[in-house]
């Protein structure tokens, strides 16, 4: 259920236009004689990060660069007044200092004497959420501050001053669709032309449907962990005792026993959901999501799933308080009809609570990871509805209670082997603790050693080879038992390689990343022919092969993530490495172009020099595309036309072999 959720979680991407999740509001305040204050504000739309100037390398820092001016000094420097939230980020898997919502800088100034003085500069800046990241960007700033007037643009001078807000703020000028290109730099507008019409007409071939599909892997998940959850010792046993119950009350009137137990699961379903919906409403699915890329909540989940799966493994015996359970019996004694019934349900959840607690747990917080605000509810309703039937359909067919299997050690084995993955499960909860505080503990090789053992045991355990306290004799083995006992062991013996390097794609979503690992003998990647879009269209030309555009970043965690689970598939790889020119453009690179390199490049009546690497992919991205996040991967003919739909972040390997098939194919009927 977790890996699903996971799975689900590194799924959801989206494509959009030109995002532009910040808007930059400017204003100065005269604090003293001859002093102010320069006051930077950015606006940060919902789920989008600014990144804090005090970081490591990767992601980039707030930066602020002033021209310098006899007229004015800086005194100190930019100071963060907004409160920074400082946290484990997964993406970057690091302690990182961001800001939601807004940011808030200040730069002290004092100018010389009463001459007028012009401050002039610009913000870089990256932004990030939960999936992908923006290149970094560049805006620029404007204070004309004289005797008797001060005002502030996002503009230069001669440029027209821009619109002043409600609250003083000088509004920053939104970032425009992509305009022309000066002639002043040569470039072939073969391949540079834009297609962004031609984007818009692929998706909307494509369509999407992403949050209804969403919503159905949640429930499905959920509905996966109810029926491990009937499995328990905590709740098997519950059926045929409340089932006989229900038509022993009803004066063995049947269909009195019937409609009794249909509202007992519709009982059962009305508490979970109301769970489910209760988290939503009182967190948000923003909060949860934010809880749970929390280090100190991973460390602290990793302690509640170790001691669940000690309880499992029978250690010691976890429930809740017996007055809970006593207080809910006696209502159900005391009241009659349908409130009976209700706190019979309510009963079954406080008793079961040592089995289900956490499948329950795991699924919320999972669910709300997807960012899906209903996800909760969903997962929520999934689970509780494989609770609910066993009861109404053996009200309905009391003679299958026979044919049940009874009570016994199947039941504990279920409740070991579930103790056995909690403990795993936990161990992932914990490498996200062990990254964010930098202890070491935990690098990959450890992870998978301690899995390997794990599944060992459990594949002996399923064997009859290891034994518990509270385990009966085991006069033979089952077929099922058999089955799980294999898979278990080939699971162990799958992970060994990985203590060598290999990438184990099926548990990529759990074991630490590879750069924790010490010894790595993997080098099967794929590195792309071109870093230049110009070289790598005239090369296709050459050869006559379809191009693909990478556009990546150097921090862009997701970029990795599609290179190591995605393009090392051998198809993948032989389609990428025979069939096409890859062409990998980092829109992070801060490498200086050549002077006779250097782009002027206007974009709806602003100017722009771009004068680094990134910066001119990055542009180019924009400019023929629409598109400024990344991972995006296009398929080209020699005139840069799309032939067939963009790709983002999407780990399926099956769907990127489709896409890539496809694209040859219309390369080959388009000549």
Not at 444 to 456: A, G, P, Q, S
Not at 634 to 653: C, K, M, S, Y
């Amino acid at each position: 259920m977790l890996l699903t959720a996971l799975m689900l979680s590194a799924a959801l991407q989206s494509f959009s236009q030109i995002i532009e999740p910040v808007k930059w509001e400017f204003k100065a305040e005269k604090t003293g004689n001859q002093e102010y204050d320069l006051v930077f504000k950015a606006v940060i739309e919902n789920r989008w990060h600014l990144y804090s100037q005090d970081i490591p390398m990767s992601p980039p820092a707030t930066v602020y660069s002033f021209e310098e001016n006899e007229n004015y000094e800086l005194v100190g420097g930019v100071k963060e007044v907004s409160e920074v939230i400082e946290e484990y980020d997964p993406n970057f898997e690091m302690v990182l200092k961001y800001y939601s919502t807004e940011a808030v800088f200040i730069q002290k100034i004092k100018t010389a004497g009463e001459a007028s003085a012009v401050i002039r500069g610009y913000v870089e800046y990256m932004c990030c959420d939960d999936t992908r990241c923006l290149p970094p960007t560049e805006e620029d700033f404007e204070f004309v501050i004289s005797a008797d007037q001060i005002t502030a643009s996002t503009e230069v001078s001669e440029k027209p001053s821009t619109e002043e807000s409600t609250d003083g703020f000088e509004l920053a000028k939104d970032v425009q669709p992509i305009g022309t290109v000066t002639e002043e730099e040569p470039i072939n507008v073969d391949t540079w032309q834009p297609v962004i019409d031609q984007v818009k007409d692929y998706e909307d071939k494509k369509g999407d449907g992403k949050d209804t599909k969403t919503w159905w892997f949640i429930f499905f998940a959920g509905f996966l962990g109810g029926l491990i959850a009937l499995l328990t010792p905590c709740v098997w046993p519950m059926i045929p005792m409340t089932v006989t119950f229900f038509l022993k009350r009803s004066n063995h009137d049947r269909s009195k026993g019937i409609r009794d137990a249909v509202l007992y699961g519709i009982a059962i379903i009305i508490i979970y959901v109301t769970l489910g919906l209760g988290i939503t409403l009182i967190f948000g699915a923003d909060a949860l999501n934010a809880l749970s890329t929390s280090a100190f909540f991973n460390l602290l989940f990793f302690l509640l799933l170790i001691l669940f799966g000690a309880a499992f493994l029978g250690a010691f015996e976890l429930t809740l308080p017996a007055k809970w359970t006593n207080a809910m019996d006696s209502r159900a004694d005391k009241t009659s009809g349908l409130l009976s019934i209700f706190f019979m349900a309510f009963t079954l959840a406080l008793v079961s609570f040592s089995c289900t607690g956490p499948i329950i747990g795991t699924l919320l917080v999972e669910a709300a990871v997807t960012g899906e605000r209903m996800g909760p509810f969903m997962g929520m309703l999934g689970f509780s509805l494989a609770l609910a039937v066993p009861f109404t359909i053996f009200a309905i067919f009391p003679s299958w209670l026979q044919s049940m299997p009874k009570s016994g050690g199947w039941l504990n084995s279920v409740k070991v082997v579930l103790g056995f993955l909690e403990i795993a499960l936990a161990l992932k909860f914990l490498s996200v603790a062990d990254l964010a505080y930098h202890w070491g503990i935990l690098d990959r090789e450890v992870f998978l050693v301690l899995w390997i053992v794990l599944f060992t045991l459990l594949g002996f355990y399923l064997l009859g080879k290891l034994k518990f306290a509270h385990d009966s004799d085991l006069p033979f083995i089952s077929v099922p038992r058999m089955f799980l006992a294999t898979i278990s062991l080939a699971f162990a013996m799958y992970m060994v390689p990985g203590l060598w390097g290999a990438p184990l794609k099926a548990i990529s979503a759990f074991a630490p990343p590879l750069t924790t690992q010490d010894f790595n003998l993997y080098e099967d990647e794929v590195h792309a022919e071109f870093d230049d879009y110009d070289d790598g269209m005239a090369y296709a030309r050459q050869v006559n092969k379809p191009v693909i555009v990478d556009f990546t970043g150097w921090g862009c965690v997701n970029c990795r993530k599609m290179e190591n689970s995605v393009w090392i598939d051998p198809r993948v790889k032989d389609y990428l490495e025979n069939e096409y020119v890859l062409i990998s453009l980092y829109v992070d690179d801060k490498t200086d172009l050549q002077p006779s390199e250097e782009m002027k490049v206007v974009e709806r009546g602003d100017e722009k020099e771009l004068t680094t690497v990134g910066k001119k992919w990055s542009y180019l991205q924009r400019y023929k595309f629409g598109k400024n996040s990344q991972p995006f991967y296009v398929i080209l003919d020699h005139e840069g036309n799309l032939l067939n739909t963009p790709r983002a972040f999407n780990t399926n390997v099956e769907a990127y072999v489709r896409w890539l098939r496809n694209g040859l194919e219309a390369f080959r009927n388009k000549q």
